[in-house]
């Protein structure tokens, strides 16, 4: 009831793109959906986060899907570019403080 | 914005000796402190949980006796790996609840015991 299930582990993109990726987790206590993108040798850095009272959050070329009822988020990443080829981790949050985090999805984005 | 600085970035240490990592929270009170460990290529997975003034949670099949967790004050946390070994080479990394309901990470420590 504590995971976060990822998908895909990995994407290749041409510059330009939308990449998309999907986490699905099982615990409805969760309130807490933030977004990391994380390069080789460095912490992973938040890049957006939703609540469940939304369905939708854009924050520049970065966008959160929310499906409460299906307890399914996705992140989309608009005119994506070379620059955005990271590691990126889904996590959720509850109340108990602690994040869960997804496998994590390596994309590249070919120039 | 919030600001966690974790240091040191990276070491190497022998087989055998104890390191110290410490993360302070710069521009906020951490009361709880989360240490998070990442194998390369997999996922963050927590550790424990350090709560300033008390003791540290861990989570199953982390050795409270081998990771030594200290929070002594509402700014620091450390971990100390006793004793290292070849396998707990890993990246090491914290995370505090930050004052705007977010979660600020350190930039994380790589150790490699050699």
């Known amino acids: 009831q504590q995971q976060v299930k990822q998908s895909p582990q990995s994407l290749i993109v041409q510059k330009g793109g939308i990449p998309i990726i999907n986490c699905a987790y099982e615990n409805t206590a969760f309130d807490y959906f933030p977004w990391y993108q994380q390069f080789p040798g460095k912490g992973p850095a938040l890049l957006i986060a939703?609540?469940?009272?939304?369905s939708e959050k854009k924050e520049g070329r970065f966008t959160i899907s929310f499906n409460k009822s299906a307890k399914q988020f996705s992140l989309h990443i608009m005119d994506s570019q070379p620059g955005d080829s990271a590691t990126y981790f889904c996590?959720?949050?509850?109340?108990?403080?602690?994040?869960?985090f997804g496998k994590g999805t390596k994309l590249s984005v070919k120039p | 914005g919030a600001v966690v600085s974790q240091h040191p970035s990276r070491v190497i240490c022998k087989s055998g000796t104890s390191v110290k990592i410490e993360c302070r929270s710069l521009d906020f009170q951490a009361t709880t402190m989360f240490w998070y460990r990442q194998f390369p290529k997999q996922s963050l997975m927590l550790m424990a949980t350090s709560n300033e003034g008390s003791k540290a949670t861990y989570e199953q099949g982390v050795e409270k006796d081998k990771f030594l967790i200290n929070h002594a004050s509402l700014t620091l946390s450390t971990l100390t790996v006793t004793s290292a070994h070849p396998e707990d080479s890993s990246f090491y990394i914290c995370s505090a609840p930050g004052p705007s309901a977010g979660y600020t990470f350190g930039s994380g420590t790589r150790l490699t015991v050699v």
């Open positions: 939703i609540r469940p009272d939304v």
């Open positions: 996590a959720a949050g509850g109340s108990q403080g602690n994040l869960i």
